[in-house]
């Protein structure tokens, strides 16, 4: 079983940057694709960005792609989520997500994820 714990959320002035982080325990992570998600108060959770188990591939939503860089590190078992350019729309709970075996066109879908942490707030103010 993998537990997953996000930190570096906070509140952040727009155009500003934050890096969010993920740390697993309970299983080594590399055949795991892992992934960040969102969800902002009263909408559905979306899909942020994601990257393979070997780092390889990754996969950004459109909305973040220019501005946020994923990447990991499977000896430590992280996963970090840089974020510059933020602004009020980037504004929501972020969750770190860990799925196995995962084909790429699957990597946006919330429900071919295992484990989810639970969140770290991100706060925009514009």
């Known amino acids: 079983q993998v537990q997953l714990v996000e930190s570096g959320g906070g509140l952040v002035q727009a155009g500003g940057s934050l890096r969010l982080s993920c740390a697993a325990s309970?299983?080594?992570?590399?055949?795991?694709?892992m992934g960040w998600f969102r969800q902002a108060p009263g909408k559905e959770r979306e899909f942020v960005a994601a990257?393979?188990?070997?780092?390889?591939?990754?996969y950004y939503a459109d909305s973040v792609k220019g501005r946020f860089t994923i990447s990991r590190d499977n000896a430590k078992s992280t996963v970090s989520l840089q974020m510059s350019g933020l602004n009020a729309d980037d504004t929501a709970v972020y969750y770190c997500?860990?799925?196995?075996?995962?084909?790429?066109?699957?990597?946006?879908?919330?429900?071919?994820?295992?484990?989810w942490g639970q969140g770290t707030q991100v706060t925009v103010s514009s």
């Open positions: 997500a860990v799925g196995r075996f995962l084909a790429y066109s699957d990597s946006p879908k919330p429900a071919k994820y295992d484990t």
């Open positions: 990257i393979s188990w070997s780092g390889g591939r990754i």
């Open positions: 309970g299983r080594a992570l590399s055949t795991y694709t």
